[in-house]
């Protein structure tokens, strides 16, 4: 064999190698407080869509009706994992939607979880571009509502998901579409309000306890 082949035969292996160890995982815990400006989530600045890294939070500003917008953090994945975030309205209607994304893989696949400001609930799954209804939307006295703060928390482990609002479980699923992604923060609005002003804090991600 010459030399140039086993160079060929050797950069296979290694090819090979890396794919059976699928994707590189953001090592446990990860947190964010948003007191540093240079985190790396993704910010917007447009006419009626701005997110902003603002006061030791990750704010949203909605003002387009119909409107959904994310923002995660750059170049993480996690598989397993537990997420805690501490949302907070603002300002704007109490008729919206505002969360967390979780196992993202892209702008076209990943799991969101929903609450609103007047009490509702709701999961959804985005796979190659369209929404699916996991959960439509539900009234739960687990919300805090209004201009109020929401501790939302997700519990991954393998394909069996656990979400919890203020401590309290509103959903369990389980679904093996995503194995592994990034996270993130969500808020959007609806057909006749706008103005949603959200605030994201205190992100964690942690490891699952036995």
Not at 82 to 111: C, E
Not at 126 to 141: F, N, S
């Amino acid at each position: 064999m010459s030399f140039a082949m086993k160079i060929l035969t050797w950069l296979l292996l290694i090819s090979l190698l890396l794919a059976a160890c699928g994707p590189t995982l953001t090592p446990l815990p990860y947190a964010d407080d948003f007191s540093n400006t240079v985190g790396g989530w993704k910010t917007v600045n447009d006419e009626g869509v701005k997110i902003s890294l603002q006061d030791g939070a990750l704010r949203f500003q909605i003002d387009e009706l119909d409107t959904l917008a994310w923002s995660t953090p750059k170049d993480k994945r996690f598989a397993n994992f537990v997420l805690d975030v501490d949302a907070t309205q603002l300002d704007g209607p109490n008729d919206n939607s505002y969360g967390i994304v979780f196992r993202y893989q892209d702008d076209r696949n990943f799991y969101r979880a929903d609450i609103s400001g007047d009490g509702y609930f709701a999961l959804f799954k985005y796979k190659e571009g369209r929404w699916t209804k996991l959960q439509d939307y539900l009234e739960t006295a687990a919300v805090q509502q209004g201009q109020a703060t929401n501790h939302l928390q997700v519990i991954a482990t393998g394909n069996q998901f656990t979400i919890n609002v203020n401590g309290q479980t509103v959903k369990t699923f389980s679904d093996g579409d995503f194995p592994s992604g990034n996270v993130g923060v969500t808020s959007g609005t609806l057909f006749d309000t706008a103005g949603v002003h959200i605030a994201f804090d205190n992100v964690t991600v942690s490891e699952v306890k036995p």
